[in-house]
């Protein structure tokens, strides 16, 4: 199985190349168009601020690229977000792969949300085997608000979606790299799709 | 619900594990990926790799270590000590640590947390804050708590949020080595003048020291060494304890 890991300036790369092999698969890192058309399975990482890691994406041509892959495709934190319709993180328009807009928690809660938090109402072969109300870890100041697209949900302030889901696209708010082995079933669910 | 998270924090001299450890299942004890494992493994929320003569002696975290420790374990960790520049920390977050925690460097140089939080991103900028009393007012120290300067903890803390840090781990000198208890009273000042999260530390001895820290000075995050490293506390007692206080927490 050949797994891409979409390498494009922004992000933790790094604990998701051990996640995976951890769990026995080797990823391979790439901005090379071709190459992550040819995937079996592509995860989209992402840390930092929404307009400049979608002017990188814009930059290597990855943002028309990403809406039209086949295979399966995991967003990670920001990349989850990324794939959304817009992000009030700098007024950012993204890939348009969810039907949902990214809002950020008001000061009535601590910002960003930071640590471990529970997922809930879970609809996808994503979470097969996972129990209701694991725990993820998660960081993150922006959330996307509930929609016919959730399949995972978590209260942080309110109920959001903590994944996301729409053909071959899935995204995740938490960090399955980083949320002990229950994340690292999550993951390895994601490359037996 | 979000939960409160206990944080053990190891401390680094030389890629080893300083303070003495009581593990009696360590083949060794001055390993700081075994002890991550077994910290991980009994459900630590989070690790704190600390490089305690970095800032003295001028040395870099060691880059070698935060990749044994990202490539065993599957839960966040934080490196702090020695890190002054944007590039000190794209070497650390490269090779797989989730945070860093700078002290000393940002008191010299307070623009290094915009730079950090602009380029990296705030979810990954710990601003450390040691402090203790003088003449009732909480004064921030620097080298460890050796330097004594003219910051008032309250006012830089503020500082560093507005700056763009993502989280204060405030250490009180006057509590730290007690075992008496955290500085609850301070902490939960810091709760309410900041709206990012705080990391108690300092004055662990008992289980519930942790539920005080929790409830009274509303710290979402509780760090430790000694306690966890003789074992005088297990961490999956402590979080029992504290769910039956009724704190949130992982298990």
Redesign the interface.
Same mark, same amino acid.
């Given at each position: 199985m050949k797994i891409v890991i979409i390498n494009y300036g922004a992000g933790?790369?790094? $604990?998701i190349m051990?996640?995976i092999?951890?769990l026995g698969y080797k990823a391979v890192l790439s901005n090379n168009p071709d190459e992550i058309k040819a995937a079996d399975k592509v995860i989209f990482p992402g @840390? !930092?601020?929404a307009s400049c890691a979608m002017k990188m994406l814009q930059e290597s041509g990855l943002d028309t690229l990403i809406p039209r892959l086949k295979q399966p495709v995991f967003g990670i934190c920001l990349g989850m977000q990324l794939m959304c319709n817009f992000s009030e993180e700098g007024n950012t328009n993204g890939l348009g792969i969810f039907d949902v807009d990214v809002m950020k928690f008001t +000061?009535k809660v601590? @910002? +960003?949300?930071?640590?471990?938090?529970?997922i809930y109402n879970l609809k996808s072969d994503l979470f097969k085997g996972i129990a209701e109300n694991e %725990?993820m %870890?998660l @960081? #993150? $100041?922006f959330y996307a608000p509930l929609c016919a697209e959730t399949i995972a949900t978590t209260? %942080?302030e309110l109920e959001y979606s903590s994944a996301l889901e729409n053909d071959n696209f899935y995204g995740a708010q938490f #960090?399955p790299?980083? $949320? !002990?082995?229950i994340?690292?079933q999550i993951l390895a669910n994601f490359l037996k799709l | 619900m979000l939960t409160k998270r206990i944080i053990p924090c190891l401390d680094i001299k030389n890629g080893r594990t300083v303070k003495g450890v009581n593990f009696i299942d360590l083949r060794d004890a001055g390993d700081p990926v075994e002890l991550a494992k077994i910290y991980s493994d009994e459900g630590a929320d989070e690790l704190v790799f600390l490089d305690i003569s970095a800032t003295e002696e001028r040395r870099k975290t060691l880059i070698d270590l935060v990749r044994k420790v990202a490539a065993t374990i599957n839960i966040p960790f934080t490196v702090g000590g020695g890190i002054s520049s944007v590039s000190d920390v794209e070497a650390l977050l490269q090779n797989g640590a989730d945070k860093v925690s700078i002290n000393t460097s940002a008191v010299k140089n307070p623009q290094l947390i915009n730079d950090l939080a602009q380029k990296f991103g705030s979810q990954c900028v710990v601003v450390a804050i040691d402090a203790k009393q003088i003449n009732g007012k909480w004064m921030v120290h620097l080298v460890g708590g050796k330097m004594p300067t003219e910051l008032n903890l309250f006012d830089w803390a503020k500082e560093v949020e507005q700056r763009g840090a993502g989280e204060i781990l405030f250490t009180s000198m006057d509590h730290d080595g007690t075992k008496n208890g955290f500085a609850n009273e301070a902490l939960a000042t810091l709760s309410e003048i900041v709206n990012i999260p705080i990391i108690a530390s300092g004055g662990a001895g008992n289980m519930q020291h942790f539920v005080d820290t929790f409830v009274e000075g509303k710290s979402d995050a509780a760090l430790a060494a000694s306690v966890f490293h003789f074992k005088e506390i297990e961490i999956k007692t402590l979080k029992k304890e504290l769910k039956n206080n009724n704190i949130e927490v992982r298990i």
């Open positions: 933790n790369i790094q $604990s051990f996640a092999e951890r @840390v !930092g601020e +000061p601590k @910002v +960003p949300q930071m640590g471990w938090n529970q %725990y %870890y @960081v #993150h $100041s209260n %942080y #960090h790299e980083k $949320s !002990g082995d994340g690292e | -």
